[in-house]
């Protein structure tokens, strides 16, 4: 199985950007569709981005779609979530996840990282 580990989260202001990174270990990582979620308080986690195991294929939410990156690092086992142009509602803890498989969507994601705090001001 593999291990993941989030950073890279933070307090920023309306409109920053903030890079997330997750890191791998365990099992290789070139293996597995990559997915970055987010739960803010009092409601359920919700699906971000995906991206398949070659970095080619990517999927992102509506909510997200023209602002996040989705991208990978097989090389260096790391997946990363560049943000930008944030928004208060983007306020959440934000969890990468793995899967065996090959679609990049939402949901099959067996492996989950701690979560990482993202604090977006107005």
């Known amino acids: 199985q593999v291990q993941l580990v989030e950073s890279g989260g933070g307090l920023v202001q309306a409109g920053d950007s903030l890079r997330l990174s997750c890191a791998a270990s365990g099992r290789t990582f070139s293996g597995y569709v990559m997915g970055w979620f987010r739960q803010a308080p009092g409601k359920e986690r919700e699906f971000v981005a995906a991206?398949?195991?070659?970095?080619?294929?990517?999927y992102y939410a509506n909510s997200v779609k023209g602002r996040f990156t989705i991208s990978r690092d097989n090389a260096k086992s790391t997946a990363y979530l560049q943000m930008n142009s944030l928004k208060p509602e983007d306020t959440a803890v934000y969890y990468c996840?793995?899967?065996?498989?090959?679609?990049?969507?939402?949901?099959?994601?067996?492996?989950w990282g701690q979560g990482t705090q993202v604090t977006v001001s107005s």
């Open positions: 991206v398949t195991q070659s970095g080619g294929t990517t």
């Open positions: 996840a793995a899967k065996i498989g090959r679609v990049a969507n939402d949901r099959g994601y067996a492996y």
